[in-house]
């Protein structure tokens, strides 16, 4: 949330990294695309299922802030997970308060 270009893509960097050392035997994509002028995410896809991504998500999300982005304040990032379908309705709506909304009610207490 409002971090330069310059920054996500060295985020981009530091997880194509991660997943090299800790994930070396899934073929792992991180892409980054902007959401809109304050919004930048970084997709991680290629998971088999929602439970290996989820499972990425908790044991990332907990090195994050010493192993991978040691530089740059928690407050400026998160993680999520998303199905195809609904990253394609998510990059239309633009609307992350009304997704995270829908990931509480349905996958309560991880985000």
């Given amino acids: 949330d409002k971090v330069d270009v310059v920054y ?3 985020a981009r960097m530091a997880l194509i ?3 090299k050392e ?3 035997n899934q ?11 304050n919004l930048k995410l970084v997709e991680i896809k290629s998971f088999t299922d ?14 994050a802030a010493t192993e ?4 740059l304040p928690a ?3 998160r993680f999520i997970i998303i199905t195809e379908q609904n990253l394609d309705i998510f990059k239309e709506e633009k609307n ?5 909304k829908f990931l509480k009610e349905n996958i309560p207490g991880k985000f």
Avoid: H, M, Q
Avoid at 96 to 100: A, H, N, S, T
């Fill in 17 to 19: 990294r991660y997943n």
């Fill in 75 to 77: 407050d400026k990032y």
């Fill in 22 to 24: 800790k994930y070396y």
């Fill in 68 to 71: 991978i982005f040691s530089w």
């Fill in 27 to 37: 073929p792992l994509e991180v892409v980054p695309f902007p959401l809109n002028d």
């Fill in 8 to 10: 996500v893509n060295e």
């Fill in 50 to 63: 929602a439970g290996s991504a989820l499972s990425y998500l908790e044991k990332t999300r907990t090195v």
């Fill in 96 to 100: 992350l308060d009304k997704y995270l």
